[in-house]
């Protein structure tokens, strides 16, 4: 009988995050959820885990932002333009400053989430809940 190729670190970090479940993970690469889930408590993986976080959320930001500078560009086009409906001009610049307000927030947060992690506390924010919500997990379900 053939040996089961490990699985290294690194490579299931990115399974995880193709597959975007443990459970989905363990079907699709004949690995046991106990066994990731296992291998997600260490420290060594979880900093992995949240590196290669912040790498798609970055990735996903820049897209995200090319498109963004488009839209709020239209928005004010429309706000501008004296000749639309006044109501028109009114829910582009009530979205503008709806965003806004999200924008600003989401900066706030994640300063907080920067100065944390200044102090060493890796795992604080909004990334660390996504990380978190991997790591739930029912013992019953784990081998020992």
């Given amino acids: 009988m053939a040996r089961k190729k490990e699985i290294d670190d690194e490579r299931l970090c990115e399974l995880l995050a193709i597959h975007g479940s443990v459970k989905d993970t363990a079907v699709n690469c004949s690995i046991s959820e106990s066994q990731i889930y296992k291998r997600i408590k260490t420290p060594e993986m979880r900093e992995m885990l949240e590196k290669n976080a912040r790498g798609i959320m970055s990735a996903a930001a820049s897209e995200l932002s090319l498109a963004v500078s488009t839209a709020i560009k239209t928005l004010i086009t429309v706000c501008k333009d004296t000749e639309a409906?006044?109501?028109?001009?009114?829910?582009?610049?009530?979205?503008?400053?709806?965003?806004?307000?999200?924008?600003?927030?989401?900066?706030?947060?994640?300063?907080?989430?920067?100065?944390?992690?200044?102090?060493?506390?890796?795992?604080?924010?909004?990334?660390?809940?996504?990380?978190?919500?991997?790591?739930?997990?029912?013992?019953?379900?784990?081998?020992?």
């Fill in 85 to 144: 409906n006044a109501q028109t001009r009114t829910l582009a610049a009530n979205s503008i400053i709806q965003h806004a307000a999200k924008f600003s927030e989401l900066a706030r947060t994640q300063r907080k989430d920067d100065a944390d992690e200044a102090e060493g506390n890796l795992f604080s924010g909004k990334l660390s809940a996504l990380i978190g919500g991997l790591m739930i997990n029912d013992d019953e379900d784990c081998e020992e």
